[in-house]
């Protein structure tokens, strides 16, 4: 039920942590991946080792879109990764860097699961669209406003998705990770405010690429036909924890 023989990803932001990480698990299902970065370059390596197709795609460029669709060719799972995040308290917050946040982690996201939808509809095929917000769509800390801001509403976005798209047998869900250690931010959770944060979690650990594995196969294949509207967070039980 798990298997993606015959099927064909796109991911979005390809060349971070957790594009490469859903790349290469997708890949191991048996899908041939396409790689969407705005930088194709960057993922020069990575497309070397899954045999993999990299189209250039700026999720933030209206006219970056299409291309890159025309580029992959058809397209049955759709994983939009890409987000970046603007790290000032809400009073030093630019409205910069409000805009910038949406416009790659929301409006970005917008464009490209519109532009799917719409090709996935056209060819009568149905497919898979699974959107990476955050644990922070639904709770937040301080210092990433535009962020917060962004993730809830993609949550909200995957809703609306999943009922307007449902006639097409195209099924929008979402994953929402809590932390997820990586070089970015080790140095932080090394720290003494790092670690407090690190004991709220009920598992007493960060999270890693390989705990969302399991939850993007279930998403992205057949284990997951009856889903859609859903939002599969994954987070050590951090965001249930009242503490």
Same mark, same amino acid.
């Given at each position: 039920?798990?298997? %993606?023989?015959? @099927?064909?990803?796109?991911?979005?932001?390809?060349?971070?942590?957790?594009? +490469? &990480?859903?790349?290469?698990? =997708?890949?191991?299902?048996?899908? /041939?991946?396409?790689?969407?970065?705005?930088?194709?370059?960057?993922?020069?390596?990575?497309?070397?080792?899954?045999?993999?197709?990299?189209?250039? =795609?700026?999720?933030?460029?209206?006219?970056?879109?299409?291309?890159?669709?025309?580029?992959?060719?058809?397209?049955?799972?759709?994983?939009?990764?890409?987000?970046?995040?603007? !790290?000032?308290?809400?009073? /030093? &917050?630019?409205?910069?860097?409000?805009?910038?946040?949406?416009?790659?982690?929301?409006?970005? #996201?917008? =464009?490209?699961?519109?532009? +799917?939808?719409?090709?996935?509809?056209?060819? @009568?095929?149905?497919?898979?669209?699974?959107?990476? +917000?955050?644990? =922070?769509?639904? *709770?937040?800390?301080?210092?990433?406003?535009? $962020?917060?801001?962004? @993730?809830?509403?993609?949550?909200?976005?995957? *809703?609306?998705?999943?009922?307007?798209?449902?006639?097409?047998?195209?099924?929008?869900?979402?994953? +929402?990770?809590? $932390?997820?250690?990586?070089?970015?931010?080790?140095?932080?959770?090394? !720290? /003494? #405010?790092?670690?407090?944060?690190?004991? *709220?979690?009920?598992?007493? *650990?960060?999270?890693?690429?390989?705990?969302?594995?399991?939850?993007?196969?279930? %998403?992205?294949?057949?284990?997951?036909? &009856?889903?859609?509207?859903?939002?599969?967070?994954?987070?050590?039980?951090?965001?249930?924890?009242?503490?």
């Amino acid at each position: 039920m798990f298997s %993606l023989q015959g @099927k064909r990803a796109l991911v979005t932001g390809a060349s971070g942590l957790l594009g +490469a &990480h859903f790349a290469r698990v =997708l890949r191991g299902a048996g899908a /041939e991946v396409v790689l969407a970065a705005r930088r194709p370059d960057s993922c020069a390596a990575l497309a070397a080792e899954l045999g993999a197709t990299v189209v250039a =795609l700026d999720v933030q460029a209206t006219d970056s879109v299409a291309p890159a669709f025309d580029a992959a060719g058809r397209v049955d799972i759709l994983v939009n990764n890409a987000g970046i995040a603007a !790290t000032r308290g809400f009073l /030093e &917050h630019s409205l910069d860097d409000f805009d910038r946040v949406l416009e790659v982690n929301l409006r970005g #996201a917008f =464009l490209v699961g519109q532009e +799917a939808a719409r090709r996935m509809a056209a060819a @009568k095929t149905g497919g898979s669209i699974i959107n990476i +917000a955050s644990v =922070l769509g639904a *709770r937040i800390i301080p210092g990433v406003a535009g $962020y917060t801001a962004a @993730k809830a509403g993609l949550i909200h976005l995957t *809703r609306q998705m999943a009922v307007e798209l449902a006639r097409h047998n195209i099924r929008v869900n979402a994953i +929402a990770p809590g $932390y997820i250690a990586s070089d970015i931010n080790a140095e932080f959770f090394a !720290t /003494e #405010a790092g670690q407090a944060m690190v004991k *709220r979690i009920p598992q007493r *650990r960060l999270g890693n690429p390989d705990d969302l594995s399991g939850p993007l196969l279930l %998403l992205a294949s057949d284990a997951g036909r &009856h889903m859609t509207g859903s939002v599969v967070t994954v987070d050590g039980g951090h965001s249930v924890n009242p503490l």
